[in-house]
Nanobody
Framework: QVHLVESGGGLVLPGGSLRLSCAAS????????MAWYRQAPGKERELVAS???????RYAESVKGRFTISMHNAENTVSLQMDILKPEDTAVYLC???????????????WGQGTQVTVSS
């Protein structure tokens, strides 16, 4: 079993910054990729940013140039630096990881509980 624990959410003024972190723990042979999703009230869950263990990143158009995702392979952690935050960034942010627990095991998807980010004046 693998657990994901997020931290770093909170309330911030428009134009401000926040940094989210997520740590994967448990039976881990290899973390293949990690990502951040978000879900606002009444909206579908959407991909914010993803990163592979080789460092290949992908961003939603709405956050390009403002958010930066990075993965730390040795620590099985991922962070999301969010700058120039806008009210429309308000949502619950969820950490995702695709993990191989043992050498010959298949990969499984895991989710964190989520952390609230509120951008408001």
């Amino acid at each position: 079993q693998v657990h994901l624990v997020e931290s770093g959410g909170g309330l911030v003024l428009p134009g401000g910054s926040l940094r989210l972190s997520c740590a994967a723990s448990g039976r881990i042979f290899r973390v293949n990729n990690m990502a951040w999703y978000r879900q606002a009230p009444g909206k579908e869950r959407e991909l914010v940013a993803s990163v592979t263990r080789r460092g290949i990143t992908r961003y939603a158009e709405s956050v390009k140039g403002r958010f930066t995702i990075s993965m730390h392979n040795a620590e099985n952690t991922v962070s999301l630096q969010m700058d120039i935050l806008k009210p429309e960034d308000t949502a619950v942010y969820l950490c995702y990881a695709n993990v191989q627990s043992l050498l010959y095991d298949p990969d499984y998807d895991y989710w964190g509980q989520g952390t609230q980010v509120t951008v408001s004046s």
